[in-house]
């Protein structure tokens, strides 16, 4: 059981480039999330979704973009990199979005922008 | 304005010994608060959770208090094993609901030989 799989695990981005990281989940998991991880910042909501076709924005929404038209996939693209979006994203699901939750995160993908 | 605050940055502790990392929180509409351990190049990991109904949940050697007048939680782990040593986030929702969930910073815990 693979549980929550995050590629790439690192990425180097020039400033104003686009990507897209990939996130996937076998757990038929109806919520996914994606946090970034900074220092003295702790983990910040990006987006979620309640379930396919469904996205919301989260504390710091600005600058990416998702979409679910799967249940198992969530990808998170950055429009445009800018230095400020160095940080290590994590990718989490739980079965749904109520309730006693408990999220299971993805291994992480580091990402720099010079 | 950081809602959930984890003001120790780093704690170690002899192993076999109590370790205690604590959390305060702001937002009286919390009433749901977890905490989970990150290893390096891992992502964090669920350890325990408590509702604001109780004022203590202990699974083995991990026991979370709830001091709701205080807004304040506490984690101990006793005995510390040396495989503890990691960083604790502690995180707090209304309702449960997992977007709306907030991480403090985190603690550092180091348990020593």
Redesign the interface.
């Known amino acids: 059981n693979a549980g929550?799989t995050q590629t790439p695990k690192f990425q180097v981005l020039k400033t104003g480039q686009s990507m897209t990281l990939q996130c996937a989940q076998d757990m038929n998991h109806e919520?996914m999330?994606w946090?970034r991880q900074d220092p003295?910042?702790?983990?910040?909501?990006i987006h979620?979704s309640?379930g396919a076709g469904i996205t919301?924005q989260?504390e710091v929404p600005n600058g990416y973009n998702v979409s679910r038209s799967t249940t198992e996939d969530f990808p998170l693209r950055l429009l445009s990199a800018a230095p400020s979006q160095t940080s290590v994203y994590?990718c989490?699901s739980?079965y749904?979005?109520?309730?006693?939750?408990?999220?299971?995160?993805?291994?992480?993908s580091r990402l720099t922008v010079l | 304005d950081?809602q959930?605050k984890q003001n120790s940055p780093s704690l170690s502790v002899q192993e076999g010994r109590i370790s205690i990392l604590n959390c305060d929180y702001t937002n009286s509409m919390f009433d749901?608060f977890?905490w989970?351990k990150k290893y390096p190049?891992?992502?964090?990991?669920?350890l325990i959770?408590i509702?604001s109904i109780k004022d203590k949940n202990e699974d083995g050697r991990f026991t979370v208090f709830l001091n709701k007048s205080a807004k304040h939680l506490s984690l101990h782990i006793v005995p510390s094993q040396p495989g503890d040593s990691a960083v604790y986030?502690c995180a707090a929702?209304p309702?449960?609901?997992?977007?709306k969930?907030t991480?403090?910073?985190?603690t550092r815990l180091q348990v020593t030989l």
């Open positions: 929550v919520y999330s946090y003295g910042m702790g983990l910040r909501l979620y309640v919301d989260g994590f989490a739980s749904d979005n109520s309730g006693a939750n408990v999220l299971t995160f993805g291994a992480g | 950081q959930v749901y977890l989970y190049a891992e992502g964090p990991t669920f959770s509702s986030f929702s309702t449960g609901t997992a977007s969930l991480f403090g910073t985190g």
